[in-house]
């Protein structure tokens, strides 16, 4: 090959890298207001739930519930994406369904109407997560899985610390629950009109991806079936927020405004063990995500036996664990999928 093809080849190649780091920064920017709206909302669905007179066996079952529907749902989406290809337009409908679904809350008089309002958003984040992420799988080739996956986490994660801020602001000067989903309003509109321009300037993210030799498909791989019963069990363990934030009402171990500063605080340790743990991903690979699940299994005796000292280091270590699920499962899952 001639030096002239060597150096097409290279600045091809540069170009391409560059504009999959302008792709996965534009994402991780959606994702980051995103976050603002949902887990805004998340910080105090549990509380908002008791004060329309729910039970903690309903709150812990709609929060579980969700998550269920959630990921089950993905399969369907994933699916559904790769058959008619039309990744753009799911990831739009979804993160659609996901930003109204949130201020709508403030209008919920009954906690029948809270639930199916809940469950919806849980359902948008699942049609639109698949054909989101394998829109930045094209980016994250280029750039290393853990660190691409691990950057859109942590800019993710600021709108997941940012969310919670704004909700304790409006609770601490008493405006109400209803007020703090009516505000997230503004971050949501944001989210879809940052969407828009991301299709606009990137409308065929596969042609970041610099180009493979064809492979022939031989279906999953038997370490994806593995290491999905793996995950299946790591998220069984985990407690979802709400029901977190359940008990910390009931049992007075926080107050109102305090609950969502709880928050605030697991998703920033969120979003910066999604930064370190992809890098570790990256020089290590998967072990790496069985010491981050050893690690954050403390979480529960400290957040549902401890006090309001001990219950902070539960939801930073329970934040950990978050972090690491995040970037590494999806960077692992990007790696084994052929």
């Known amino acids: 090959m001639s030096n002239h093809a060597l150096s097409d080849t ?24 995103a976050d603002v709206t949902y887990e805004g909302a998340r910080s105090i669905n549990g509380p908002f739930l ?29 699916y559904m994406s790769d058959k008619i290809g039309r990744y753009w337009a799911i ?13 709508a809350l403030a209008l919920a008089g009954r906690w029948e109407i809270a639930v199916v309002l809940m469950v919806m958003e849980r359902i948008g984040k699942a ?31 600021i709108g997941a610390v940012l969310g919670p801020l704004t909700v ?49 498909a031989k279906g999953l791989p038997k370490k994806f079936w593995l290491y999905l019963i793996a995950v299946a069990f790591i998220a069984a363990g985990y407690a979802d927020f709400p029901l977190i934030a359940y008990h910390f009402r009931k049992a007075s171990v926080a107050s109102d405004t305090w609950i969502p500063l709880f928050y605030a605080i697991a998703m920033g340790v969120d979003a ?16 790496i995500l069985i010491i981050a699940s050893l690690l954050s299994m403390l979480f529960a005796p ?19 664990g978050m972090g690491a699920q ?7 899952i990007a790696e084994m999928v052929p």
């Not at 990831?91 to 201020?103: E, I, K, Q, S, W």
């Open 10 to 33: 290279g600045n091809t190649s540069r170009t391409k890298k560059t504009a999959a780091l302008k792709f996965i920064i534009l994402l991780g920017v959606v994702s980051l207001f």
């Open 50 to 78: 008791a004060l329309l007179g729910a039970s903690a066996t309903t709150v812990g079952f709609v929060a579980g519930l969700g998550e269920l529907i959630g990921y089950s749902l993905r399969l369907v989406s994933g």
């Open 91 to 103: 990831t739009l409908f979804g993160y659609t369904l996901n930003m109204l679904a949130v201020p």
């Open 127 to 157: 049609i639109r997560t698949p054909a989101r992420d394998a829109m930045l799988s094209h980016a994250t080739r280029e750039i290393g899985r853990g660190k691409g996956f691990g950057l859109h986490e942590a800019l993710d994660q």
């Open 168 to 216: 304790a602001g409006v609770l601490y000067f008493r405006a109400g629950y209803r007020t703090g989903y009516a505000i997230l309003f503004v971050p949501a509109s944001i989210t879809l009109s940052i969407l828009l321009a991301a299709r606009w300037f990137y409308p065929q993210p596969k042609n970041l991806e610099v180009p493979q030799p064809e492979l022939e």
């Open 272 to 287: 910066i063990a999604a930064l370190f743990f992809g890098y570790l991903f990256d020089r290590n690979g998967i072990s």
């Open 302 to 320: 400290l957040v549902f036996f401890g006090n309001f000292s001990v219950a902070i280091i539960g939801v930073a270590l329970w934040g950990m």
């Open 326 to 332: 995040e970037s590494i499962m999806r960077a692992a």
